[in-house]
């Protein structure tokens, strides 16, 4: 079983994502164990004032250290062996390896900032920065819950058959998937291709993989 720790302002940000399709199955089969833990419940001040005005002035505000790290120290506390991620896009790229890599966790934590950004003495308390891509959220909580979806649907058990991954194995040799079709036939003066409709499954699987290879080259070429 993993256990999934979220650090956060927002903790009802992740309640219905996680309440649908496979995260929600993989939590009731007890697959997996999600905790979100509140930042402000680690507020010590009468006003639990989890930002303040930069240093060095500019807009917005500044997460404060000092509710974070209580919060990554309860977090540590409840498993010892817990990895703690900051979700930011000065982090290095999440990766189908890297979601990979935490599902064989027996703890993951992740940490999500809000306001202009984290003090950065937090960094010191953090085993890894990590970024989904060059762009800029409103929180790192969208973040988090891609990266909590990618992992749980990689635990043992987590599919269905029907959604059983076959295109990860293309995505393990850096192959974009292919193009997927259901019926009609025709739609909109768009017909599916020729061989999907051939039954010859030897040429169906090099005809995938030709597309897969094509659009690969194209697209990140
Ligand atoms: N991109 N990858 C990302 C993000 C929002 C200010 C720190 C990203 O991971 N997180 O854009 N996060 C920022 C907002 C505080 C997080």
New binding site residues.
Partial sequence: MLHAQILTLFPEFFASPLSCSIPRRAIDAGLVRVDCLNIRDFCTDKHRRADDVPYGGGPGMV?KPEPVVAAIRDARARDADTRVV????A?RP?TQDKARAYAGLSGLTLL???????DERVVAHVDEE???????????E???LSVLDAVIRLLPGALGDAESAAQDSFADEGLLDWPHYTRPEVFEGQRVPEVLLSGNHAEIDRWRRAQAQERTKKRRG
């Fill in positions: 997460m900051l979700l930011s896009p982090g999440f999500c900032g809000r306001y202009e950004g984290i990590l970024s989904l891509g060059d762009y800029v959220l409103s929180g790192g969208p973040a988090a």
